[in-house]
């Protein structure tokens, strides 16, 4: 087994790290969630009183989550792969196409997302946004920070996943 770098092993932690971390703090919106989601429930089944926020703060919470969870997920190899052809093959041929999947695809459509959606955040930032089909009127631009940040979280896990890869396709074996 090859000995990598101490400071590509540094970068890489580094860099797992923030995902690792950002996946466990996100997971805690999971009880905001179940929580609005219960309170709807009782309130409308059992004191037939149903609420006007619940729908509103279920699904910002539940894209929330389901977003900025997405960098823990390629951290952890929660994505969806074609198994019946990669599972198969060598750890080098693995890591080769992994590296030229992320410089091809990946990379440049996490830069164009993160680029449209900061513009997209960006602009109802600075119109005070808000639900208009609610009476709740919620805000909606904190919601819409959450695709660039994701942008930038998955970015920052691609460096790490791409370092990953490159390395299993010099040396044939996994990080």
Known sequence: MSTPPSSLLAVIRGLDAVSIWSGRIVAWLIVPMVLSLVYEVVARYVFDAPTIWAYDMTFMLYGSLFMLGSAYTLQRGGHIRTDNFYAGWSERRKG??????????????????????????????AQSERIV?????????????????TGLLLFLQGISEF?????????????
């Open 96 to 125: 080769w196409t992994d590296a030229a999947c992320y410089l091809v695809l990946f990379f440049p459509a996490i830069v164009i997302f993160t680029v449209l959606s900061w513009d997209y955040f960006a602009r109802s930032w």
């Open 163 to 175: 370092m990953k890869s490159v390395w299993a396709g010099l040396h044939g074996e996994r990080l």
């Open 133 to 149: 089909t609610s009476p709740w009127m919620a805000p909606v631009y904190p919601f819409k920070a959450t695709m660039p940040l």
